[in-house]
Nanobody, 121 residues
Framework: QVQLVESGGGLVQPGGSLRLSCAASGIIFSIEVMGWYRQAPGKQRELVAT???????NYADSVKGRFTISRDNAKNTVNLQMNSLKPEDTAVYYCNAVLNVEYAGPLFNYWGQGTQVTVSS
């Protein structure tokens, strides 16, 4: 059983910063990709940023230059540093991991429970 546990959400004023963290635990052989997605009320879940095991990153255009994703492969953790936050960044943020639990095994997609980020004055 694999679990992803997020932390770091909260309320912040426009222009402020927050740092989200996610730790994966359980039977894990390797994690190919870790990432963050978000879902605002009435909207579909959307990609925020991903990072591969080789540290290749991908960002949504809306967060480029403001958000930075990083990971620690040894600890199976991923972080999202969010700066210059805007009200439109308000959403539930979900951690995601694409991983396998055994050598040369199939890849599985796991999600965290989500953490609320609210940007408001």
């Amino acid at each position: 059983q694999v679990q992803l546990v997020e932390s770091g959400g909260g309320l912040v004023q426009p222009g402020g910063s927050l740092r989200l963290s996610c730790a994966a635990s359980g039977i894990i052989f390797s994690i190919e990709v870790m990432g963050w997605y978000r879902q605002a009320p009435g909207k579909q879940r959307e990609l925020v940023a991903t990072i591969s095991s080789g540290a290749t990153t991908n960002y949504a255009d809306s967060v480029k230059g403001r958000f930075t994703i990083s990971r620690d492969n040894a600890k199976n953790t991923v972080n999202l540093q969010m700066n210059s936050l805007k009200p439109e960044d308000t959403a539930v943020y979900y951690c995601n991991a694409v991983l396998n639990v055994e050598y040369a095994g199939p890849l599985f997609n796991y999600w965290g429970q989500g953490t609320q980020v609210t940007v408001s004055s």
